[in-house]
């Protein structure tokens, strides 16, 4: 079975534009969570979504948003980019849900904003 | 939001057992406790999961304590391929958790 995939795996910016990252989930897998991955603030939880709708937000501006789509691959788009948003992006996706069950993650996507 | 305390570094000898504690003080009566640990340039990886009784599995071991306000991670023979940051965490499908810092685990050959 195929684990979970990212595009693109790096990506350069400059702030002010936007960036769209896509994550494709192990088939069957229904929830995709998405995470940030900075040296000073470490994993920081994004959102979540089941079944197409969002279940869970974590404490980021509204500058990052998020959709899953039927087939359950999810895309997560960040606006008016600033230096900050500098960070490993990874997503994971699970059967049930992150909170009681197993996630598997991608291998990141790695965003530069100049 | 649920938070999760390590120690920031541990240090353990190949082929000797490793115990990685976490403090969970929030954590909830339905609340899972998961431990993932993510190896350089890599995503998290799985390791264990648990809930009230301790679990093994082909991996490592997990202690949960009666209260529930910490658990260890056990890993019964440390490989240098065990070197990486482990994290414990653990929130419903409502909550907002991180994963927190993490121990970073050297092993010594």
């Known amino acids: 079975k195929a684990g979970v995939t990212q595009t693109p795996r790096y990506l350069i910016k400059t702030r002010g534009q936007q960036v769209t990252l896509s994550c494709s989930p192990i088939s069957g897998h229904r929830s995709v969570s998405w995470y940030q991955q900075t040296p000073g603030q470490g994993l920081q939880f994004l959102f979540e979504?089941?079944?197409?709708?969002?279940?869970n937000k974590g404490n980021f501006p509204g500058r990052f948003s998020g959709r899953q789509f039927s087939n359950s691959r999810s895309e997560m788009n960040v606006s008016t980019l600033e230096l900050g948003d500098s960070a490993l992006y990874l997503c994971?996706?699970?059967?049930?849900?992150?909170?009681?069950?197993?996630?598997?993650f991608g291998p990141g996507t790695r965003l530069t904003v100049l | 939001d649920a938070k999760t305390t390590q120690p920031n570094s541990m240090e353990s000898n190949e082929e000797e057992p490793v115990h990685l504690p976490c403090n969970h003080s929030?954590?909830?009566?339905?609340?899972?406790i998961h431990w993932y640990r993510q190896l350089p340039s890599q995503g998290p990886e799985y390791v264990i999961h648990?809930?009230?009784s301790n679990v093994n599995n082909r991996m490592a071991s997990l202690a949960i304590a009666e209260d529930r306000k910490s658990s260890t991670l056990i890993l019964h023979r440390a490989t240098l391929r065990d070197a990486a940051v482990y994290y414990c965490i653990h929130d419903t499908n409502a909550g907002k958790s991180t994963f927190g810092d993490g121990t970073t685990l050297t092993v010594k050959p």
């Open positions: 929030t954590i909830s009566g339905t609340d899972y």
């Open positions: 979504y089941f079944s197409e709708t969002q279940r």
């Open positions: 648990g809930l009230t």
């Open positions: 994971a996706s699970s059967l049930a849900g992150r909170g009681t069950d197993t996630q598997y």
